[in-house]
């Protein structure tokens, strides 16, 4: 738990709190770590990060479960239906409905499951080996065949074409790609193929 502590005190001193030490206090006065979500639930960042803090093990641990059970394939039927949304089968990523969604909600559940998946590694709450064969089949059969010499398609990016927005959407998913690397404990040479032909501007 020690390392894990490490980590969370690095995020703290990266966050964009300005509370007391670093911190922002809930309205009970207890402090609530900001990190990015994933979860159905936006509180079970805040929850984990203040069991880790407490040193509370019964809640950690089911705040991390609740944060990486996102991470399977969703339902092929009820394509109204919120559960829908979420990883398929041919790599996509949807939301709202038959939606792809690679540049807002994909692409906030890739750098997430990438962020998280280095704070619990080599924890008991590290992701399950199916769990990184679905972040893979993501990854590699969905995120890479959306970029092109470090940008993200405009027809993948979903929502919020602001400017800039294939580039930025890109280096987030790139990014993403260097956090799942270092975290994966598979091959790593799918991560460095995709990142030596993004450096050489070619399409793999």
Same mark, same amino acid.
């Given at each position: 738990?020690?390392?894990?502590?490490?980590? /969370?005190?690095? +995020?703290?001193?990266?966050?964009?709190?300005? $509370?007391?030490? +670093?911190?922002?206090? $809930?309205?009970? +006065? /207890?402090?609530?770590?900001?990190?990015?979500?994933?979860?159905?639930?936006?509180? &079970?960042?805040?929850?984990?990060?203040?069991?880790?803090?407490?040193?509370?093990?019964? /809640?950690?641990?089911?705040? %991390?479960?609740?944060?990486? &059970?996102?991470?399977?394939?969703?339902?092929?039927?009820?394509?109204?239906? *919120?559960?829908?949304?979420?990883?398929?089968?041919?790599?996509?990523?949807?939301?709202?409905?038959?939606?792809?969604?690679?540049?807002?909600?994909?692409? &906030?559940?890739? !750098?997430?499951? %990438?962020?998280?998946?280095?704070?619990? =590694?080599?924890?008991? *709450?590290?992701?399950?080996?199916?769990?990184?064969?679905?972040?893979?089949?993501?990854?590699?059969?969905?995120?890479?065949? /959306?970029?092109? #010499? +470090?940008?993200?398609?405009?027809?993948?990016?979903?929502?919020?074409?602001? #400017?800039? !927005?294939?580039?930025?959407?890109?280096? #987030?998913?790139?990014?993403?790609? %260097?956090?799942?690397?270092? %975290? $994966?404990?598979?091959?790593?040479?799918?991560? $460095?193929? #995709?990142?030596? !032909?993004?450096? &050489? =501007?070619?399409?793999?």
């Amino acid at each position: 738990m020690g390392s894990l502590c490490s980590q /969370v005190s690095n +995020g703290i001193k990266g966050s964009n709190a300005t $509370d007391y030490a +670093g911190l922002k206090l $809930d309205c009970t +006065g /207890v402090p609530v770590i900001l990190f990015p979500f994933f979860a159905q639930s936006a509180e &079970e960042p805040n929850i984990f990060c203040r069991a880790l803090l407490e040193r509370n093990l019964p /809640v950690m641990d089911r705040a %991390a479960a609740v944060l990486s &059970e996102e991470i399977r394939f969703a339902p092929a039927e009820h394509k109204t239906a *919120w559960s829908f949304g979420g990883i398929r089968a041919d790599g996509c990523y949807h939301q709202h409905g038959p939606q792809i969604q690679f540049g807002n909600y994909g692409g &906030e559940f890739l !750098a997430n499951i %990438a962020y998280w998946s280095n704070i619990l =590694k080599e924890t008991h *709450w590290e992701l399950s080996p199916e769990q990184w064969r679905i972040m893979r089949h993501l990854t590699f059969n969905g995120f890479q065949w /959306v970029l092109w #010499r +470090g940008r993200m398609d405009l027809l993948a990016c979903g929502r919020q074409l602001g #400017r800039n !927005a294939a580039e930025t959407k890109g280096e #987030r998913t790139l990014n993403a790609f %260097a956090q799942l690397r270092n %975290a $994966d404990p598979g091959d790593r040479a799918p991560y $460095d193929a #995709r990142s030596a !032909a993004t450096a &050489e =501007k070619a399409i793999p």
